[in-house]
């Protein structure tokens, strides 16, 4: 059993590792000793006073990436690599929030408590591994035998970090949620709520319909004023305004008869008996289905796009269609079954790919990009290599901070970042789409704050609009008002302004009626109002609602008290989770931290050219 167990330690070990990976961000090499404020030269950031160095930082991120790469989702652009060192960042802010507040409520872990914890309370992710199991289930004395045995010091020192990084948190999520108490009173209420119900009748007032935007009239002057009163609302972040070059990369007619032609070999290699599950793992294109024998699974019609679908449908089961052209390439189905409005079949994508001659001629220009235009000072590099490639220099749309770009009907990933950045005038490197070879140049930045009302007057015009709407709605619920009071019925009163009744089914507090919009104002007045009788208007951020309950179902409190300790436990967990949930926010919101990140890539970029045979400074972004 033990020669069985350690021979598994290697995979168990490779478990372990991907469990507490999360221990060494937090742990190695970090500057923990409070010091003064961090210099650019030397700290991605500080946390609470605590300097985060750049080798810790980008460490960190590398093991971030390994884990992504063994997920099978490695990360090929800069928008998704400075996500992921966002995340980091905020794991280590989480991380050393939580460790100051240990340290000022003075919990600590002991050793013992550590040998307990693992001996009695294994990781979740245990429990899957076939070594601890009988039965298929998980068998403590196995695992307690394992942690006994001369286990691999790698895996009792991954384990040891986990507990003295886990412990802590437990004792501070206890020590928090300890006086949570909740008595059968507000237990009983709390089940009101979720089974109290009550139906009614609702007269629902919408602003935007109370007139067309061709009805309403704003002057320049209201306009003006309207802008100047809500300026926050129209707060915006930074933008960048740049020009681009780009080469495209789209395959021309040889590259699709290329395919066509690959895709005929392949048709004919399955004509001559060769079996489609092993041909398609071995050369579809479609990394999604290419491991299960290029099988779709049981698919909907019209999930997939029409020409695929039709082409599946027209088959018979068993047979293999001739290529079928669609955006994605060239695919050759096989159909397994089919229904009336579902098929299950299998494909093989070969995409259309440049090739031959035009994939020498737009690396050549893709070349030329890098070696001329790209990561240069010179603005005029920009508009010297457009001539010499014979492409025009254009103006890209403005781009906001870590937004997206989008050059016609296709997105450019990256430039959201590098924009910031960069200095002005200064160009970027080749930006690699599968469509084209961008690089860009930073013409000009707009700081961020309260955007000019020449460049959303449009948006100002309409929420001035809406604003005329909601005055004439409220009108017209005065209108409504005094006319219920004066006797008349709810019914007869929507006829009168054209606004017909809607009638809502039993609802609870928990599961409000969509009608009301989920609207707690609403949802209160429904249950608080006598059957039969009629709300006065009530203004929701959406409506004004007129609601008349029209009949009630009072929650059964016999299913209440035998089901009591079951509640209960319920109820306290949710309250527990909200308690160590709002502990957390308020941690992470009184955290101190300066991100240096940008001011770090600004000063490399800076950096003047080193003489021939001089080394760079280390890469700060660590791959």
């Known amino acids: 059993m033990m020669r069985t ?72 652009t800069l928008d998704e690599q400075r996500a992921l060192e966002d995340q980091v960042l905020e794991s280590m802010v989480q991380q050393i929030a939580l ?9 600590t872990v002991t050793d013992d408590e550590i040998r307990d914890a693992a001996m009695t309370s294994p990781p979740p ?58 008595p059968d009173s507000k237990l009983w209420k709390i089940y009101q709520d979720l089974n109290d119900s009550v139906a009614a009748r609702v007269i629902t007032i919408l602003p935007q319909l109370t007139a067309t935007d061709d009805e309403i009239e704003v002057t320049d002057q209201e306009l003006k004023a309207y802008y100047r009163s809500h300026s926050d609302d129209y707060q915006r972040p930074a933008i960048a305004y740049t020009s681009f070059i780009q080469v495209s990369r789209e395959p021309n007619a040889p590259d699709t008869a290329v395919a066509s032609a690959r895709a005929r070999d392949i048709l004919n290699e399955l004509a001559a008996g060769g079996d489609f599950a092993e041909i398609a793992a071995r050369e579809s294109a479609d990394s999604g289905s290419r491991q299960d024998g290029g099988d779709l699974g049981q698919t909907p019609v ?29 695919h050759l189905i096989r159909l397994e079954s089919k ?18 001659e035009h994939l020498r001629i737009v690396e050549s220009r893709g070349d030329t990009m890098d070696l001329y235009a790209a990561e240069q000072d010179d603005p005029t590099a920009l508009d010297d290599t457009a001539d010499r490639l014979g492409v025009p220099v254009s103006q890209a749309p403005p781009v906001m901070e870590r937004s997206q770009m989008r050059i016609g009907r296709y997105p450019v990933s990256d430039v959201g970042i590098w924009a910031f950045e960069a200095i002005e005038d200064e160009t970027s490197p080749v930006i690699e789409t599968d469509h084209a070879f961008y690089v860009f140049r930073l013409d000009s930045l707009e700081s961020a704050g309260v955007a000019p009302l020449n460049d959303i007057r449009d948006r100002v015009t309409a929420e001035a609009k809406a604003a005329k709407k909601w005055v004439k709605a409220e009108e017209l619920a005065r209108q409504v008002d005094s006319d219920l009071k004066g006797g008349m019925a709810l019914v007869n009163v929507a006829i009168k302004y054209g606004l017909a009744p809607t009638a809502l089914k ?40 007129f609601i008349q309950p029209t009949g009630r179902h009072r929650a059964d409190s016999t299913a209440f008290v035998e089901g009591l300790d079951d509640f209960r436990n319920q109820i306290l967990q949710q309250a527990r989770q909200i308690r160590v949930q709002l502990l957390v926010a308020a941690l992470r919101d009184d955290a101190k931290v300066k991100d240096n990140r940008k001011e770090l890539a600004r000063a490399q970029r800076a950096q003047p050219a080193l003489p021939f045979g001089q080394s760079p400074a280390p890469n700060t972004r660590g791959f």
Do not use: C
């Open 99 to 107: 460790d100051d507040e240990y340290e000022r409520r003075g919990i």
């Open 506 to 545: 039993s609802f609870t507090r928990g599961q409000p009626s969509p009608a009301l919009g989920a609207a707690p104002e609403a949802v209160g007045v429904a249950f608080g109002v006598a059957v039969d009788q009629i709300s006065g208007p009530i203004k929701t951020d959406q409506a004004i609602f």
């Open 125 to 182: 992710e245990m429990f899957g591994i076939p070594s601890f199991q009988t039965d298929g289930q998980f068998d403590m004395a196995k695992y307690q035998r394992y942690l006994q045995s001369q286990t691999d010091p790698a895996f009792l020192f991954a384990l040891e970090s986990r507990y003295r990084d886990e412990l802590p948190r437990a004792k501070l999520f206890q020590r928090i949620t300890a006086d949570i108490y909740v």
């Open 339 to 356: 229904g009336t409005d579902e098929y299950h079949a299998r494909h093989i994508l070969i995409p259309i790919e440049l090739e031959g």
């Open 5 to 76: 167990m350690r021979a598994s330690a290697k995979w168990i070990m490779g478990i372990v590792a991907v469990s507490f990976v999360g221990w060494m961000v937090f742990q190695v090499g970090m500057d923990l000793t409070g010091s003064s404020g961090p210099s650019v030269t030397d700290a991605v950031a500080s946390i609470n006073g605590r300097k985060i160095d750049v080798q810790t930082f980008y460490g960190a991120v590398r093991n971030a990436q390994d884990q992504y790469r063994q997920q099978g989702t490695p990360l090929y």
């Open 302 to 330: 019209g999930t997939h796009v029409s020409p695929f679908s039709d082409a599946a449908m027209a088959l018979k089961p068993g047979e293999i269609s001739d290529p079928v052209l669609t955006q994605f390439g060239y």
